[in-house]
């Protein structure tokens, strides 16, 4: 049987690029049930796509399981970040059965208020500056490029997923200082407004935590941790990181269709 959850949020699946961890997000909709689907921005990759086109058959699938949600059990709320930016302009309209939104607030089952959004609405508080940016936006693609090699040969070993890009992230002090700063400009946010908390995403660090009597949840990404938010039927809320459950289930592995036709974007 599916394993039934409230709510779930998912951000940062960057759909059309290259790291985007679609097979094991399409086996963690298949193996469970939510009434609200929370897409916390970054959904679709559209820089990266502006730079390479690439669209497998498993980011397909994914969004057409999402579609499908929506159309039957599932309420589906759209929330666009940076990467998916274009979309930001229809902000309270309706796509077929799916709501799009720039923020909003989720009341949690114990009544809790939370404040949802992306996250990139902090960059200018969090950055230090456009030098600095670039560096990290380098930086990170050189710690998604040892990711994507490790586990490489990670599978060829027989061995599950690794976020060895995380593992790194977590010791470098100048990302903990940008991360720390983010969680704070959020908890600003949510505090000038008397909310409880903020649910977000952008940084791609799933964590829970408090800060100034308000809780911050960030449900990660699908890029590096392949974690969710959840929120169950008594309103507790807790991080799934789906590479290590995956493990017992039987994750959904890529098919040769699913390769792109450029081998460059391998």
Known sequence: MKKQYKTVWLSDIHLGCKDCKAEYLLDFLSNH????????????????????????DSHNQVLHKIWQLSRTETNVIYLPGNHDQPLQKYNGME???IKV????????????????????????????????????DKAYDLLLFINRWFNRIQTLRGKPYWSLAGHIKKHIKGANLA????????????????LDGVI????????????????????????????????????????????KLAESANVIPIKSSDKPKDSQAA
């Open 95 to 97: 796509f077929g059965h």
């Open 33 to 56: 049930q939510f009434e609200t689907i929370y897409l916390v921005g970054d959904i679709i990759d559209m820089w990266a796509m502006s730079k390479q086109f690439r669209w497998p």
């Open 179 to 194: 991360i720390d700063r983010y969680k704070q400009a959020c908890c600003n946010r949510a505090k000038s407004r008397g």
């Open 200 to 243: 977000c995403g952008h940084i791609h660090h799933p964590e829970i935590c408090s800060k100034r009597q308000v809780t911050y949840f960030n449900d990660g990404d699908w890029i590096e941790n392949c974690s969710a938010l959840t929120e169950n039927e008594e309103g507790h809320l807790e991080l799934v990181y789906w590479t």
């Open 101 to 136: 939104l720039r923020e909003t607030i989720h009341v949690t089952q114990d009544d809790k208020k939370l404040l949802v959004l992306h996250g990139d609405q902090f960059d200018e508080e969090v950055c230090f500056g456009p030098f600095h940016a670039w560096i990290g």
